[in-house]
C-alpha cells in the first residue's frame, strides 16, 4: 500500500505540473519529454496512457525509462495500455467523463492503424483495470473496433462469460439524456448494460463513419 500511495502521489504531482503548463497554453497538453497532444483538457497523458505511472509504482529508473521509450514508438494506442492508464486513472483521480475523452482517442486512433500486424496488436487482451464496469467497456470498445475490420469476428478475450448487471454504467452526462445516449450506444456497448452514445467514441475525422 505505501508503495502505491507513493506512485498516487508523484502522480498527482504530475497532472499538476500539466495543469500549470495548460494554464499558459490552452488547447494543449503536455507529457514527459516535451511531447504535446492537442487533446484540448486539463491533464497531461503521463507518457501516454499511465505508463509513466505504471513505472512509478516500483521506483524504477531503468523502466520509467524504458516505458518512455516505448512512448515515443508510432503506434502505442492499444486497449492494454490503455487498461493500464485507466487502472492509474481510477486510482488517482476517479474522473469518468476524463476516461471516455481518453478512450474516444484511443478508439479512433486504433481504427486508424492500417498495418493488419499493428491492429490486431492493438487488441491483445489487457490485465483488468481493477473495475469491472470499465472492463466491460473495453471489451466493448474492442469489439466495436475489431468487427468495422472483420464483420462479425470478435477478440476473444472481448466475449463476456457472465450476464450483463441490471444496472446501467452510464459515465457521461447528466440522468435526464439517459435515454437520449442510449438510443445513439453502439450495440456492442448496450449489451453490455453500458449506456455511451456513439459522439463519445468518434473524433471529428470519424465522422464519415458509420457505428454499429
Not at 440522468?175 to 442510449?182: A, C, D, I
Given at each position: 500500500m505505501r508503495r502505491v500511495?507513493?506512485?498516487r502521489?508523484?502522480?498527482?504531482?504530475?497532472v499538476g505540473a500539466?495543469?500549470?503548463w495548460h494554464e499558459r497554453h490552452p488547447g494543449?497538453?503536455?507529457c514527459e519529454g516535451g511531447t504535446v497532444q492537442p487533446i484540448g483538457r486539463h491533464r497531461c497523458m503521463a507518457v501516454e496512457f499511465g505508463l509513466y505511472a505504471e513505472a512509478l509504482v516500483g521506483h524504477n529508473r531503468s523502466r520509467r525509462l524504458e516505458l518512455r521509450k516505448e512512448a515515443q514508438m508510432d503506434q502505442f494506442y492499444t486497449y492494454e495500455r490503455f487498461a493500464q492508464w485507466v487502472q492509474c486513472e481510477l486510482a488517482a483521480e476517479n474522473d469518468s467523463s476524463f476516461v471516455?475523452?481518453?478512450?474516444?482517442?484511443v478508439v479512433s486512433e486504433i481504427r486508424d492503424i492500417k498495418d493488419h500486424k499493428e491492429f490486431i496488436a492493438a487488441h491483445r487482451e489487457p490485465d483488468t483495470t481493477g473495475d469491472a464496469d470499465w472492463d466491460r467497456v473495453i471489451r466493448a470498445a474492442a469489439e466495436m473496433t475489431y468487427s468495422e475490420r472483420f464483420p462479425g469476428e470478435s477478440p476473444g478475450w472481448s466475449v463476456e462469460i457472465s450476464e450483463p448487471p441490471e444496472a446501467w454504467f452510464y459515465?457521461?452526462?447528466r440522468?435526464?439524456?439517459?435515454?437520449?445516449?442510449?438510443e445513439r450506444t453502439p450495440i456492442s456497448f448496450r449489451k453490455r448494460s453500458i449506456c455511451?452514445?456513439?459522439g463519445n467514441l468518434r473524433t471529428a475525422k470519424d465522422h464519415d463513419r458509420p457505428w454499429i
Open positions: 500511495s507513493a506512485a502521489s508523484r502522480y498527482q504531482e504530475f500539466g495543469l500549470k494543449n497538453d503536455i471516455v475523452r481518453v478512450l474516444k482517442r459515465p457521461t452526462s440522468p435526464s439524456r439517459f435515454v437520449f445516449n442510449l455511451l452514445g456513439e
